[in-house]
């Protein structure tokens, strides 16, 4: 039954919470800042994808779920930018060191169970100069993207695997960022 849970009842709930329409401005100025070659780190059913601009030239979107990866294989299909969808864990990115321009988080940082190791990833995969940008619904840094709340987060955390005691902007800041 948790299989099953885990597997389809998840994933739906998550692209459910995930398509609420106040999330919009925050995935229009996250995404469409994006340049060069793009990794959206835990890309869900691929919400952000039509936000992409014409300065993201190829976007790689990496998440543990082939139920959501299919669900963003569907949103892909109509962008005129080359799209991989990549099965795979933050922890552990199968890209190699220095290879994006670019990397994406949008309410990614609260489900990484180890989010100083994805961290670190991140890091390594970022080209020297390359940017790393989040919004979050916990603590941010100034200049981050603004606080999201309570406004968004009791639908977002009904995919019970939102880990909320994390702070992406501390473990930022205290990481290799
Ligand atoms: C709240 S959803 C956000 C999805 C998407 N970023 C969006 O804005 O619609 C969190 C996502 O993080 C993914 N995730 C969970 N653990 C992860 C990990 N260790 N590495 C990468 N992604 C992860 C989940 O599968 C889910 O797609």
Known sequence: MMGYYQKW???ALIDLSMRNKRLRPYRERVAGAAEGRVLDVGVG?????????RQAREIFGLD???????????????LNIP???????????????????????????????????ALGEMRR????????????HETTVTGA???LGSLVWPLG?????????????????????
């Open 64 to 78: 543990p779920s082939p139920a959501l990866l299919a669900r963003a294989g569907g949103n892909a299909q109509h």
């Open 45 to 53: 059913s691929g919400l952000n994808l039509p936000f992409y601009a």
């Open 83 to 117: 799209v991989h969808l990549l099965e795979g864990s933050a922890e552990r990115i199968p890209l190699a060191d220095r290879s994006m321009d670019t990397i994406v988080l949008t309410w990614t940082g609260c489900s990484i169970s180890d989010i100083r190791t």
């Open 9 to 11: 009842i998840v994933p």
């Open 145 to 147: 993207v603004p606080f």
């Open 125 to 136: 995969v970022l080209k020297p100069g390359g940017r790393l940008l989040f919004v979050e």
């Open 157 to 177: 955390c009904a995919n019970a695997i939102c880990l909320s005691s994390v702070d992406l902007g501390r473990r930022r800041r205290t990481s290799s960022f």
